[in-house]
């Protein structure tokens, strides 16, 4: 089986933290305030252009 990296669009990102947060609470009970929360970091070059990112 082949898989393929792609950029999220149209809404998959949503659609995948939801399903992630659906799958946590069947799992554990709910204890945390925050339900998801993003990483937002980014790798820059020295001229401070954006090189990678994880959000």
Known sequence: MEYKIENCKDGDAEYI??????????QVSVQQEVLF????????DDNGKIIAGCV
Not at 17 to 26: A, G
Not at 37 to 44: A, E, G, H, Q, S
């Open 17 to 26: 933290i939801d399903r992630l947060v659906e799958y946590n609470f069947s």
């Open 37 to 44: 929360d993003t990483l937002d970091k980014k790798i820059t």
